[in-house]
């Protein structure tokens, strides 16, 4: 619940309807409103919101958010969100410190490793991040950095074998 809700005004309970996305139909993730009020296009805002919203994560879906009444596509949406892209070298995968699989390759590769998750880390200590605003999924990215991570890592590793075996 955010801090904006001094009641259950902002309960993203998600009782009344069901949790699958009408396109795919996986499950999705429920998240605060104040999510889709800091990442919703004006436009797509005056469409109406719910207390009800959920996140779909479906990487080949277009819906990133649903309820009963109504959905939202990326376009829809101020960011390109990673779950969509988590291939893409230029979608965020850490919305608040900007880091995305490009950055955190170009590391890998030039130290061997990624300092990213420790960084994050000790900015969430600080309470410098802003996950629920800036994040499409309304949560914390370090999940999604570490998977990343360790992508970059097993990319490293095949590059260096395949090296060694061309010399």
Known sequence: MSACCSD???DVSFTSIGDGCPRCGKKGR???PITLKALLTSA???RGLSKNA???ATED???VYFDNAVSFTEDDLIVRVHAKHPHADDVFVCYCFEYTPGTIREETA???VSSASREITGEVKQEHCACEVKNPKG???L???AMVEKEMKRWLDERKQLLAKSI
């Open 30 to 32: 429920s998240l605060d």
């Open 8 to 10: 259950t005004s902002c």
């Open 143 to 145: 999940g999604d950095v």
């Open 54 to 56: 959920r996140f779909c």
């Open 61 to 63: 879906c277009p819906i």
């Open 139 to 141: 949560t914390c990215c």
């Open 110 to 112: 030039h130290t061997g």
């Open 44 to 46: 797509a805002l005056r």
